[in-house]
């Protein structure tokens, strides 16, 4: 009682919807690292290396000292994706535990760590759109862009509603000479445009493989304007020295 | 109600020994005597070792009887395993055993704990051992004093993390 | 302060270096300078401190007496140096050190308190909280924090992080009934990851993702099936995983703490009982190196809310079929007229002992019995009331001998017919961190089980002893060889029809092996109890005489005994039950007398090394109930065999007489090898004509999780029970029932 007499007799006319004092937003990852069981990916979906590969897993782990298996498990996490549609399913990752001899939390530890571990489905294509500084300097926004929308709208981390194309953004992938550059698969596509980026999808789409490498007729990181220097014929063995050593 | 009897009977015999031996010692249980004595370092005030012949207090001060039969622990309390501070652990606490029988009661509507035991939530902490032998010896309390544990940590190293194993791994380590 | 001991028993670090790191052929290696411990001398703060070569400099830093801000920092996990709070000033260093991942070395300089390292902590603290949520007054951690408490005292007053994007925010994780998780608040110190790794050996619990988006978990959804996992509440230095059973009931600063000892198995780890009014509120596990170190079984931790359910609080008649609540008169009468009724004259007085019954109420039960007439003394196991095979004249034919601590020298254990992960789970982390650290090798003989560590499986039953006996098999050839060996031999062989001959076997083996097994230094024979009471009992004399044993009792007083077979106990004998929960036992009884559970009062618990440890009471004994050992004084006057002794102090006087050891609070006294000879010597020639019929040994303990009337009543080991053990015995079918049990 005492406490509203206290109050003064007027409220003030501003009333707050919503509380705002001292309250964050939560914020979350753009992945999710813990598993859930699904339809697609569950532990009761049998994983087995398929002979060729088991034969290099072996090979692979003989690499190691035979206490150190555990030293395998990024290429064989890599074996697995690969023969897996290329995406490491919970499956894969048990079967590598068992492989290895490992707590199968050991794994998912580095299953989810890496990145390029792919724990969801991912569509026949995985075209993989460098954003950082460099391409970006050189237009990568826009190349997003254009792979986004060549590809029906989708947003970066979405698969095409035919399952052929999935597009992510990805961190500098080393190719800043000769950037804006997509990885589709395990190849580089560089020195692109709008133009040629399309062009690259669409031979994608109608299942054929166009050349990887750099699309503007550079041959690698050359000076796309012409050599400036070292034009001159390099010098063979013996020139230029005394003549007891020509 | 022979329980009860036996307990005033308790209650009385030791009153009685409590008197006799006014001038003399209380009982002292603790495993004090078998184990060397502790090592003081240097740089510590020692306190005089407690005369005797302590006169107790409770002769002049008029506390309640009760007091005199609840032994009191002398021990010094361990670090609180939740937190990784180590802070008043090193002093000697003496409390008191609970009061046998109905001295506490939980308020049947709000669940509210009563006690009639005036001793229950009282600590007393001390510098030393000495102190708190002496304080206890000074009331007339009998007490026994907890021995203190040590504390065993091997050397650590971060590199052991890393270290080669010849034989096969008994444990995958990780973080 | 902290002690460092390099002669630690466990085997130190700088040791293992240099056991692995010295190649066989005399080859120079990068690090065989290590191999002997030498002190080395640095300074910190100014102040000279000499520490074990190979120690952290944190270490050095607390033992100079500087007190070090930590988070994943843990004296007993290995050292992971992530959290970085622990940073000091390192001379000739350009940039602040953590402490704990970096080696004390000779004759450096550290200061732990420079405006470098303020700056260093506030800025630290400053990360830690940029996604740590604010909600210490709705967290069960707050009071005891780590974070909270070195936020204040080394953490900046403000914060720079305005995160548009506000803060991390983590999914929960179940981790069973025990453990409630609030995954916002992790910092990411991962000490849970490294005790479930390393000492509970567990290995589900890790961490996922990376950078800001790395969470503690387990990654698919499990619970963490460990009987040690409550310690990771502890380990919490925040409040992201709290104790379940205990969340939202109290804080810290209400609790008042009773340093007791737990006796739900025998290992008698020491804990610390935190009550509020007349309820117990939490158990928390008390570091002692010699005993549990710094962790404490589930179910010492959890299973105090048992103490409040099925509690016998007065003193009950049986009239008809139903029990009738009555006076202490005339309960203690109705006994004194039952034992008259049924005219039991001498050994037709039984008393029978129980898992949870104190020594002090045993040497009175005993001192009552032995009035009357009687030497019917016997125990609530299988085959109890005969006297037990292995005898108890000497204490070394049933204690465990080599001491807790002992473990970690032994180099080959075998274990014989138990499963020390349930029956003793913090001994099994003992042998689990010794089989981590060292070449230890472990032989098992017994129903095949998950211990946490490797094991060399021999046989499920007397014919794998004999063999290893016969030193048939390479374990036999490895414990051969061995320095230190050790033989465990679980309490439910000398329940098991074949174990007189175990025991003749293996006493045997040890008297031929007695250079290894049975020295000044080390006596290799143990036997793992795994009721609290039980050594103490032993060590009382509590069993009956040969001749006693074959008579049928008329008069049975059961003290705490609820393990008993029913179908022992004659229909026309006479039965008092006194203990505290309504269990087995008291549904036996005629006459029920509410005694104090082990919360309720200070007595003496002797634990399975034949350590003696004071428990005290944290709350008074619910309604009409009493000290055990009182009812038994009371009792004794009513039948007019008066005992001789008027409070407790006059009785620990008493056993003083019967054993000094049951008064050498804290201290093991050890056997020496000629008397625990003597002792093996005449088990083998009782033993020599046993008879086997080579049954499998079983595991005594099916479930973890219910042992004793306590935890039997407690409803969080019920739904532990039903998290962990696939519910047969939980008594909760679904989860209508586990409403109702809640309510």
Redesign the interface.
Known sequence: MSAIARLPKTLPSRTYLSRTFSSSLPRKSDALFVHRDTSYNNPKIPFEFSEENLKRATEIISHYPPQYKKAAVIPLLDLGQRQNKGWTSISVMNRVAKLLEMPPMRVYEVATFYTMFNREPIGEHFVQVCTTTPCMLRGSTDILHTVCQHLGGIKPGETTKDRKFTVVEVECQGACSNAPMIVVGDDFYEDLTRETTAKILDAFAKGEKPKPGPQSGRHTSENSAGLTALTSKPYGPGQFCSPEFQ | ???????K??AL??RSTGLKHLITST?L???ES??TPANKKSGEIVTPEAPRDVLVADVISGAPTELR?R?V?I?Q??????????GKS?RWRI?F??????????NPLMG????ADYM??TRLSFRSKEDAVHFAEKQGW?Y?I??T?????????????F????????????? | MLRLVSTASRPSSAGRLGKTAVPPKGRRAFASTSAKHADISLTVDGKEVTVPQGSALIQACEAAGATIPRFCYHDRLAIAGNCRMCLVEVERSPKPVASCAMPAMPGSKVWTNTPLVHEAREGVMEFLLANHPLDCPICDQGGECDLQDQSMRYGSDRSRFHEITGKRAVEDKNLGPLVKTSMNRCIQCTRCVRFANEVAGVEDLGTTGRGNDMQIGMYVEKTMNSELSGNVVDLCPVGALTSKPYAFHARPWELKNTESIDVTDAVGSNIRVDSRGVRVMRVQPRTNDDVNEEWISDKARYAYDGLTFQRLTAPLIKQGDRFVAATWEEALSAIADGLAKTGAQGDEIQAIAGHLADTESLVALKDLINCLGSDNLATDQLGGTAPPVHGVDVRSNYLFNPTIPGIEQADAILLVGTNPRHEAAVLNSRIRKSWLHTTLEVGFIGERVDTAYGYDYLGQDIKAVQEFVAGKGEFAAKFKAAKKPLIIIGSAISEHPDGASVYNQLASYVQTHKNKLLTPEWNGFSVLQRAASRSAAYDIGFVSSAKAAKTTPKFIYLLNADEVDPKSISKDAFVVYQGHHGDLGAQLADVCLPGAAYTEKSTTWVNTEGRAQLGSAAVPPPGASRDDWKIIRALSEVLNVQLPYEDVLALRDRMWEISPTLVRYDAVESTSPDVALAGLKVLVESTKKAAFKGLPFEKPIKNFYMTDPISRASVTMAQCTRAFTGDQESGISDEKGLQAAFA
């Open positions: 109600m022979s329980l009860l009897n036996a307990w009977q308790a015999t030791s009982r249980v603790s495993s078998s184990s039969h032994p622990r021990y309390p361990t670090r609180n395993t939740m937190q990784s501070g180590s090193e409390d055993d609970i009061l046998p029988g109905g001295g506490r009661w939980e509210w704990a009563s006690s229950q939530g009998d026994y907890q021995q544990t040590v504390k065993r940590i091997p050397p650590k190293n971060y590199a052991e993390n270290l080669y194993r010849p034989s096969k791994l008994r444990i995958l380590r990780t973080k």
